[in-house]
């Protein structure tokens, strides 16, 4: 098992074919879905032929990048994954984007908030990331915590094409960052 980083509740890991199960149980479950997609087929198959090999080339193409599996510590249960990696769309240089996806057991226990900010703690820390972005549906209140409280500020709200037939689409998506110096600040204020 190869850990990416630990935390006082939380061991984040590579994904593995032991993984298939849980990825599968959390991408086809509504609740988890909600502001994700408006249909959910998934087959088990499909996680472990396309799903783990892609999250598999981004530890080979792009190290220190990618998606994490989310342990418990204390009960070795399976939460979920986070991801760190250079968006889809036209990133700038040094821009990372910071993902997660937590099982309802999860949700409300702050496991979000504290593997978030491991994950942009360490982009910054380590691999000289100089702006984590972060985006969601504007209703997704439970995200955009999660992202504020990882240091996340919001920057703006827009239309995504992606969540068009997704539930409460017309209220927009937001965007949340933070940039190197902003973090710097946070750091050394924590030391004073």
Do not use: C
Not at 68 to 73: D, F, G
Not at 161 to 189: C, F, K, M, N
């Amino acid at each position: 098992m190869r850990i990416y980083l630990e935390t006082d509740r939380l061991v984040l890991r590579r994904m593995t074919e032991a993984d298939v199960d849980d990825l599968l149980a959390l991408s086809t479950d509504p609740d988890v879905m909600r502001y994700l997609t408006p249909t959910i087929e998934l087959t088990a198959e499909e996680i472990r032929t396309e799903h783990i090999p892609n999250y598999r080339r981004w530890y080979d193409t792009t190290p220190g990048f990618g998606y994490w599996a989310a342990i418990e510590r204390a009960t070795g249960t399976f939460l979920g994954w986070f991801f760190l990696r250079p968006p889809a769309h036209d990133p700038a240089p040094g821009e990372v984007e910071l993902g997660y996806r937590l099982n309802k057991a999860a949700w409300g226990r702050g496991f979000g908030a504290e593997g978030a900010r491991a994950v942009v703690e360490k982009g910054f820390a380590e691999f000289g990331v100089e702006r984590v972005v972060a985006w969601t549906m504007t209703i997704n209140t439970g995200s955009r915590r999660v992202m504020e409280k990882a240091g996340l500020r919001f920057v703006k709200t827009f239309d995504d094409p992606d969540s068009v037939g997704i539930e409460g689409a017309e209220h927009g998506d937001v965007e949340y960052a933070l940039t190197r110096a902003e973090w710097a600040v946070a750091q050394a204020a924590q030391v004073s």
